[in-house]
């Protein structure tokens, strides 16, 4: 999947998770935005989410969040970083900081658990699997 499909597939994600006005930014010169959307919380609050992707196979370290960080100031009221890797230890202590913007974090293995839950480009197939004991029809 290229950048800019991930993005879109970020985008459809959020909007299946309920935000609202979801659009990408993500294109060159994007300032290290991908996309923004409002989060709804009960129709009572509402929250400008700024997101980043990432299309990583090893992990997302701190001097990433630490950017999409310095990114998103002024952008919006949180921050999500989605990657289809793992974050580094370090990075979600950075994502987590006291005193900082905060930022919430999907890493691939949740990423794959939202797209299944959503039924989101997946099929789900129950296999069943019969397996004869021939011991026991020996003893007929």
Not at 12 to 36: A, M, N, P, Y
Not at 76 to 88: E, H, P, R, S, V
Request: with cysteine.
């Amino acid at each position: 999947m290229d950048p800019s499909a991930f993005e879109r597939l970020a985008k459809r994600l959020l909007r299946e998770l309920g935000f609202v006005h979801v659009e990408v930014t993500g294109r060159s010169g994007d300032g290290g935005i991908d996309g923004k959307g409002l989060a709804r919380i009960h129709d009572v609050l509402t929250f400008h989410v700024v997101f980043q992707c990432k299309r990583y196979q090893s992990s997302v370290t701190p001097s990433a969040i630490r950017d999409f960080r310095g990114a998103m100031v002024g952008r919006g009221d949180k921050g999500l970083f989605i990657t289809t890797g793992t974050f580094t230890r370090e990075a979600i202590k950075e994502a987590t900081r006291d005193g900082a913007p905060p930022i919430d974090l999907i890493d691939g293995n949740q990423l794959a658990d939202k797209l299944k839950a959503l039924g989101l480009g997946v099929r789900i197939e129950t296999i069943e699997r019969v397996i004869i004991d021939e011991a026991w029809f020996q003893t007929i």
